[in-house]
T-cell receptor, first 113, second 111 residues
Framework: NAGVTQTPKFQVLKTGQSMTLQCAQD?????MSWYRQDPGMGLRLIHY???????DQGEVPNGYNVSRSTTEDFPLRLLSAAPSQTSVYFC????????????FGEGSRLTVL | SQQGEEDPQALSIQEGENATMNCSYK?????LQWYRQNSGRGLVHLIL?????REKHSGRLRVTLDTSKKSSSLLITASRAADTASYFC???????????FGAGTRLTVKP
């Protein structure tokens, strides 16, 4: 099994550009989420989904959109990139809401100039 | 705001020694988990302890949970150089759908 796959691994954007970070999982997990990791800040939750068609905001949702049209995919969209969005982004999935054990992708490193 | 806070922020020990990391949190939880992150990689789940449990073991790992103090500790016994990584606690808040992480403890094990 591939687990959680994120693309791209690296991306450089100019301020104001838009892009989509892709996330796919092949474990039939209900729960998927996006985190950003900044030095000294740990991981902060951006958006999450408890199933296809259902999404909700986390701690730092501003500037990001998500959708969940299928169980497998959970893309994260940056509508108008800002330097403050320079970060490493992680997608994660788990079997259910309170089951725990998140499975993480390898991360996407985004730089906004 | 982040739910968990790890202590210390950084820890350096010799191979063979034990490493203890602590985590404090703010609200009632459903469970608490510990994750490990090697440099430049994604996080890997280590162990989960539920709110009605006080202690769990997994190999060289021992986790304790004190819900009255809202704190947890992760003990790695007989550490190895390969244990060098960052360790994060994460909490699933009671009656909530998300998991929140602390800022992590950077562990260095010297050979």
């Amino acid at each position: 099994n591939a687990g959680v796959t994120q693309t791209p691994k690296f991306q450089v954007l100019k301020t104001g550009q838009s892009m989509t970070l892709q996330c796919a999982q092949d474990m039939n997990h209900e729960y998927m989420s996006w985190y950003r990791q900044d030095p000294g800040m740990g991981l902060r939750l951006i958006h999450y989904s408890v199933g296809a068609g259902i999404t909700d905001q986390g701690e730092v949702p501003n500037g990001y959109n998500v959708s969940r049209s299928t169980t497998e995919d959970f893309p994260l969209r940056l509508l108008s990139a800002a330097p403050s969005q320079t970060s490493v982004y992680f997608c994660a999935s788990s079997q259910g809401r309170f089951t725990g054990e998140l499975f993480f992708g390898e991360g996407s490193r985004l730089t906004v100039l | 705001s982040q739910q968990g806070e790890e202590d210390p922020q950084a820890l350096s020990i010799q191979e063979g020694e034990n490493a203890t990391m602590n985590c404090s949190y703010k609200t009632s939880i459903n469970n608490l988990q510990w994750y490990r992150q090697n440099s430049g990689r994604g996080l890997v789940h280590l162990i989960l302890i539920r709110s009605n449990e006080r202690e769990k073991h997994s190999g060289r790992l021992r986790v304790t949970l004190d819900t009255s103090k809202k704190s947890s500790s992760l003990l790695i016994t007989a550490s190895r150089a390969a244990d060098t990584a960052s360790y994060f606690c994460a909490t699933v808040r009671y009656n909530n759908n998300d998991m929140r992480f602390g800022a992590g403890t950077r562990l260095t094990v010297k050979p």
